[in-house]
């Protein structure tokens, strides 16, 4: 058979290949093309009907009623830029949800970061010690200020940053550590913390994946964000609760958030008008995104509770696929699962990439993990960090975002599965 024209439907489909009637959806008429295109035929427009399946996006929003009617209020008042009710109520309600006494808004995840290492008055000759497996945010961060990210290898375990490798990397120059809770996962917190005091070191959570993670210190549970000196969060699109673009950093020390609230607003001297003692920064977030944020936050639990059932419906769907890898969960940490991410080991018979190409083929949006840092062009010093190298060649993150519903998660899991019987 050989057949090159478009195709109107999936029953048109169906009867071109013989198949006869059939549930009629363009996923089963793509699985029945590709296997009659392996086995020889020319259906050369076998890739079509596949653009018309609806997309799995790997990460997605959930704005409801609420959201809408805040961020409607806030137009209706006329406060649309960086004055308005709703930016310090998202603040204290922020930090409250994390168990920290301040929230410092800003336009984004980065500039959160950003203003915790300025507060910190670090700069050039100063280290501070970053994982490698993170977005590049975390590092560059630390450039802005003139003081150097240095590279730590990530555990095993789970993928965060190492602290026996950590501890090992400290110098007499390193003054801070910017530990990162990778896809909604909590570093080992604990043994960070004890390291961090023995040294002095000052911690700093990049917690922009996790909102409401938890991990075990001191034997409480405590929040990402609040464990460290400071915290701080995105509020990007694909992260668990959006404003847009936004970020915030906490802090329990009223002094750091007073410093951030005046760096982040020009460092304006509050008494005279337009006098500005130092450099400082326009990284304000807008009452437009605070009401966002507000409504995001009225309904975090919903949307916590909604990530766990995506990660517990994947665990279901995969369990049992040879070289899968699921996702790290350790006894001492209560994962969001901000990202349901698996490593593709090696006795899963196709790599990494080759499987995200079977996805994409099937209409599934996948992201492989980060490029370890210390490989970037801007930072690569020919350094080896054997754990993290390995993991981003395996690392893969499945389609997780808050409106995934569970047919879609089965969608995802057929795929794999068929691939993995398949080859
Ligand atoms: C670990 C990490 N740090 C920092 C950021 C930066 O946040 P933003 O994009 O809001 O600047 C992100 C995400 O975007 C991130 O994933």
């Known amino acids: 058979m050989s057949w090159a024209g478009p195709v109107a439907s999936p029953d048109e489909a169906r009867a071109i290949l013989g198949l006869g009637p059939g549930p009629g959806s363009w ?14 035929g020319e259906i050369l427009s076998a890739q079509r009907p596949i653009s018309e ?61 950003h203003l915790a290492l300025a507060v910190l008055g670090l700069g050039p000759g100063d280290e501070v010690l970053v994982p490698s497996l993170t977005f590049v945010a975390t590092a560059n961060a630390v450039s802005y200020t003139g003081a150097k990210p ?76 609040s464990m460290g000196r400071m915290g701080c969060f995105s509020f990007y699109g694909n992260k668990i609760l959006t404003t847009g673009e936004g970020g915030m950093l906490v802090t329990d020390d009223a002094e750091l958030a007073q410093r951030a609230f005046w760096l982040r607003d020009h460092a304006m001297d509050k008494s005279r008008p337009y006098w500005h003692p130092e450099i400082g920064f326009n990284y304000r977030m807008t009452n437009l995104q605070a009401a966002l944020g507000l409504g995001q936050l009225e309904r975090v639990e919903e949307i916590l509770a909604g990530k766990l059932q995506v990660a517990r419906l994947y665990a279901e769907g995969l369990a049992g696929v040879r070289g899968l890898q699921a996702p790290p969960a350790e006894p001492w940490a209560k994962s969001v699962y901000w990202m349901y991410s698996v490593l593709v080991n090696r006795d899963f018979p196709l790599s990494r990439d080759q499987l995200r190409q079977e996805l994409l083929a099937a209409g599934i949006d996948t992201r492989p993990f980060f490029h370890p840092l210390h490989t970037l062009p801007p930072y690569a010093k020919g350094q080896r960090l054997p754990v993290c190298e390995d993991l981003a060649q395996r690392g893969l993150n499945l389609p997780s975002g808050p409106a995934i519903s569970p047919e879609e998660i089965a969608r995802v899991c057929q795929v794999i599965r068929g691939v993995a019987e398949r080859s």
């Open 27 to 40: 996923y089963e008429v793509y699985s029945a093309c590709r296997n009659y295109f392996i086995k020889g």
């Open 150 to 225: 240095v590279f730590v290898d990530s555990e095993a375990a789970t993928w965060n940053l190492d602290p026996a490798r950590l501890e090992a990397a400290i110098t007499p120059r390193s003054k801070a550590a910017i530990v990162v809770h990778l896809y909604g996962h909590p570093a080992d917190m604990a043994a960070i913390m004890a390291i961090a005091r023995r040294h002095d070191l000052t911690v700093i959570e990049d917690a922009a994946e996790a909102h409401g993670a938890e991990a075990l210190l001191d034997g409480a549970w405590r929040r990402v964000g």
């Open 53 to 113: 399946l609806k997309r799995i996006p790997v990460a997605s929003t959930s704005i409801g009623q609420r959201e809408k009617e805040l961020v409607q209020q806030a137009l209706d008042t006329g406060w649309v830029s960086s004055a308005g009710e709703f930016i310090p109520r998202f603040e204290e309600q922020f930090a409250a949800f994390c168990g920290s006494a301040h929230g410092v808004s800003a336009m984004n995840g980065t500039c959160a970061l």
